[in-house]
């Protein structure tokens, strides 16, 4: 009895694990699909629902302004003109100084050299672009800068000659050219900037020597030409200063003052119809040359009127009464 009742008991609780093995599976069978069907879920979801709208941004693209020709505006604009960040700035100042914008210029080369100190040809480009503006103490302290960083390059003592014979420091003006020719002593704009100089401090002797050698360098200067011829007029040079200025006037026909030059030295010559001439031409180039305007004023009354040649060939044929000669 006892034996059939174990054996009952063991049958049973077989049955029972096996119910229970069942659920068991049951249950893991069905969390198993429950995952990947949330997954999938998960994926349909995401195929299905609508994409994201995304913006699609310009490209950045830096602003290049074209500068304006002249710098022109008033010196409060000027003043208040401010160079972009991050830029190039000596790119941005060679553009400027190209267009003749010359404010613009040295905002932006005054911005190079803060950045990069070290860079000569910048303080160079600096010094012409205040030259230009008429800032002449800061343009000279620019080139000064310039030639000291590299005094092997003659164009920089050429043009701070130039500046301090603008400026009126004449000595500072001789040493700079002296300076250059010092580089290359046959340097026809050293020589006429050496020449300019010593007119300026008085010394026209030397100046006709250095200006002599300029011309004979480079004949096609007009202005060198002109310059020696002025300083051969306050030498009573008279005759040497006629072939000059001719060749000046011939060189460069549209400069007002060469003109008024040439009137000078045709007039002292004794040619008053070829200074006549000289002077209005002076006049019809710049109305308000005031020099030539006196001069043509005194001298003008004093030469005959120069008949048209017109006028002239009437005058020269005899009347005639009745289709003869009288």
């Known amino acids: 009895m006892d034996t059939d009742r174990k054996t009952a008991l063991i049958i049973a609780g077989g049955v029972l694990a096996a119910f229970t093995g069942i659920a068991v599976l049951t249950s893991s069978n069905t969390s198993h699909e429950e995952a990947p069907q949330a997954v999938v879920s998960a994926i349909v979801t995401r195929a299905i629902a609508p994409p994201e ?13 074209v500068p304006e020709e002249f710098s022109a505006g008033t010196a409060r604009e000027a003043k208040a ?19 003749r914008n010359w404010e613009r210029a040295i ?40 030639t000291r960083m590299d005094g092997a390059t ?51 002797e030397a100046a006709v020597t250095s200006l002599q050698r300029s011309v004979e360098s480079a004949p096609e200067n007009g202005f060198a030409w002109n310059l020696l ?8 040079q008279d005759a040497e200063a006629a072939d000059a200025l001719r060749r000046a006037g011939e060189l460069q026909p549209d400069v007002a003052y060469i003109q008024n030059n040439l009137g000078m030295a045709m007039e002292r010559q004794g040619d008053r119809a070829s200074a006549v001439a000289a002077y209005r031409r002076a006049m019809e180039l710049q109305p308000e040359h005031h020099k030539a305007t006196r001069n043509l004023a ?26 003869e000669s009288r």
């Open 53 to 65: 709208v995304h913006t699609v941004q310009p490209v950045s693209l830096p602003v290049v302004s």
């Open 81 to 99: 003109f401010q160079v972009e960040p991050g830029v190039n700035y000596l790119a941005r100042g060679v553009e400027a100084y190209q267009t």
């Open 107 to 146: 905002a932006y080369l005054q911005a190079e050299t803060d950045e990069r100190p070290d860079r000569p040809y910048s303080h160079y480009l600096l010094g012409l672009s205040l030259w230009k503006a008429d800032r002449l103490d800061e343009a000279g302290s620019a080139m000064r800068l310039a």
């Open 154 to 204: 003659l164009k920089s003592f050429v043009n701070l000659s130039r500046i301090e014979n603008d400026r009126g420091a004449y000595d500072a003006a001789l040493q700079a050219a002296q300076a250059g020719l010092a580089l290359s002593p046959d340097d026809a704009l050293a020589l006429f900037l050496e020449g300019r100089s010593l007119r300026n401090l008085g010394d026209a």
């Open 229 to 236: 011829g002025l300083v051969q007029l306050e030498r009573d």
């Open 298 to 323: 005194r001298l003008e009354a004093l030469v005959p009127a120069v008949p048209e040649p017109e006028e002239a060939v009437a005058q020269s044929k005899p009347e005639s009464v009745g289709g």
